[in-house]
C-alpha cells in the first residue's frame, strides 16, 4: 500500500528527528501532501497510526496540508489549477503544461515535541 510506505517513511523520519532533539515524545506531525501525490487522506491517517505504534509517535496527531497542483504552459506562460484527474491542456492556447509548479508536495512541514509521552499523560490524567 502506498500510503503505508509513506507513514513508515514519515514516522522513521520523526524519530530520526527526535533522537537529534532528544524529545521523548511527539504530540503532532504536519504533512504537507500535493494534489498529484497519489495519497488518499483516511488511508494516510490510519497507516500513520498504525505505523505510529511503540514508537515515540505513538499517540502522535497528523494534520495533511494539501497543496493544489498547478502548472505553466510552456508557450504562453499561462498558469492554471490542473485540477483531479490532472487537465494538462493549457486553457489559453494549444500548448501543454511544460511545468509542473506544484502538486507533488510530499514532506513533513513540522512536528510539535511534547514533554512526555502520550501513554504517561493518559496514566496521569485517568
Ligand atoms: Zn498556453
Do not use: K, N
Request: glycine share 8%; proline share 6%.
Amino acid at each position: 500500500m502506498h500510503e503505508m510506505s509513506i507513514a513508515v517513511a514519515v514516522v522513521e523520519q520523526v524519530e530520526q528527528a527526535a533522537r537529534e532533539h532528544g524529545a521523548v515524545a511527539v504530540e503532532a506531525v504536519r504533512l504537507q501532501v500535493g494534489e498529484l501525490a497519489g495519497v488518499v487522506p483516511d488511508a494516510l491517517d490510519f497507516c500513520f497510526s498504525l505505523a505510529c505504534a511503540d514508537t515515540v509517535l505513538a499517540g502522535a496527531e497528523l494534520t495533511v496540508e494539501a497543496v493544489p497542483a498547478r502548472a505553466r504552459c510552456a508557450a504562453c506562460a499561462t498558469e492554471w489549477a490542473v485540477g483531479m484527474p490532472p487537465d494538462l491542456c493549457c486553457p489559453r492556447c494549444p500548448g501543454v503544461a511544460g511545468e509542473l509548479l506544484t502538486g507533488r508536495e510530499l514532506q513533513i512541514l513540522d512536528v510539535r515535541w511534547a514533554e512526555e509521552p502520550a501513554l504517561a499523560r493518559a496514566d496521569q490524567e485517568g
